[in-house]
């Protein structure tokens, strides 16, 4: 019988190094000895870093001076390629061996948009444009060579002047007031991944890809072998990066807020809005079952004041900008996606991106007089919010690929406390 292939392998023809204008081209594959490519819901851009060891001295050969770029395609055998085009903008942490023989070094990447953003200020105002066409015309005004892959519709009007700001700083701008028509938390993200930009509520990721979800599944009995079948979807470590924090939730008004909006131009106040976590934390998309992770006695202790008060401001003269009557959610959603979070290591895979959701199978910590059983509570899906491609130079040749992944279960719960 054949032996399986390891499931770590991917296939990487090479790694380009070349000039800024694109010349000089170099495969620098076999002086990389490992790299990570990462993807997050929180950046803007891809980035990298490789590490290499190598002496021929390439610093001085390209030569290199921090602008070069840096052309990458990857692919797990039988899966979707993804191709990276990098701008290396530092060599960090350049140390040779004592004999002059070899040298290592950290070349750090981010993607071209990025030193765009960083090579230019600009002055606009932006009159009554939905927040979605008002991020389109940023993008285009920059002269952005990545697309928006992923575009969530908005309502209300982005009424506002930017002076000698970065394009990416107006888009934090138009990410943090922009309101969804369908979504009540209005959590967007503008983030971008091997496919492009996309500009989408967390929500609206969830309720879309959580259909799809693979299952990864830890079995700490299970042993490789070459003469049986390899699951290459096997959880190879994990561990819990935080699992509740009552205090922030009720500090950050996560358990109960309280926004008032203010009328600068008339002097009246206008409506109060409110979140209540007990009636109000099942209105948002869920990974998985609706259940509230705290229990209906927390909830009534903590809920009797707001733990967080905001005064906003409106013009009655000026377009509505519909932010006002979110922001209470928007809040609380995103301390219910930071109440469970995971790090999870698994072989890689070049089919996944940031955002996807994923169905982990965790096992009860138990004795040996006992079959062991999935939890009950902590298992089930996650949305993946940073996804780090980790691929190490192999003895055999070739690279091994493995994903790095911190997932969150945005609150809800396998069961209710009580």
Known sequence: M????????????????????????????????????????DNYTVTADFYMAEGADLQHLMPMGGEEMINITLQTPGKASITYKFFVHTIEGMKSNDQAMLKTYRIS?????????????????????????????????????????????????????????????TISLI?????????????????????????????????????GAVEFKY????????????????????ETLGQGNSVRKVQAGGQKNQVREFDFHRGTYYKKEEYVNQSDQGSFAHTDDNND??????????????????????????????????????????????QHQLRVRVYGDTNFRVGDVVKLVIPEITGV??????????????????????CNASRAGGFEHFMIMDVSKTGNYGRPLG
């Open 175 to 211: 990410k943090e007031r922009a309101v969804s028509p369908d979504n009540k938390s209005c959590s967007y993200v503008f983030y971008q991944d091997n496919k492009g930009y996309n500009f989408q509520t967390i929500e609206k990721i969830i309720k879309d890809r959580k259909g």
């Open 369 to 390: 007089s006992r079959p062991v059983e999935q939890q009950e509570i902590f298992s089930e899906k996650y949305i993946i919010t940073n996804l780090k491609h980790r």
């Open 293 to 338: 992770f705290n229990s209906g006695d927390f909830n009534g202790f903590t809920q009797k004041l707001p733990g967080r008060t905001l005064m906003t401001i409106k013009d009655a003269t000026r377009p509505d900008m519909k932010h006002n009557e979110k922001i209470h959610y928007q809040r609380a959603f995103r301390e219910k996606l930071i």
């Open 219 to 238: 079995n700490p009995g299970q042993r490789l072998n070459p003469y049986e079948s390899v699951n290459y979807r096997n959880i190879l470590h994990y």
């Open 109 to 169: 990447c981010c993607t071209k948009d990025f030193l765009l953003n960083a090579s230019q200020k600009y002055t606009k105002r932006y009159t009554e444009m939905k927040y979605d066409a008002a991020l389109q015309a940023v993008l285009t005004d920059m002269g952005a060579e990545e697309s928006i892959q992923e575009l969530e519709p908005t309502i209300g009007k982005f009424d506002y002047v930017v002076n000698n700001v970065r394009p990416f700083q």
């Open 2 to 41: 054949s032996q399986p292939k390891d499931p770590a392998h991917v296939e990487i023809s090479k790694i380009e190094m070349t000039t800024f204008s694109g010349g000089n081209p170099r495969d620098i594959k076999n002086i990389v000895h490992s790299f990570d490519i990462f993807e997050s819901l």
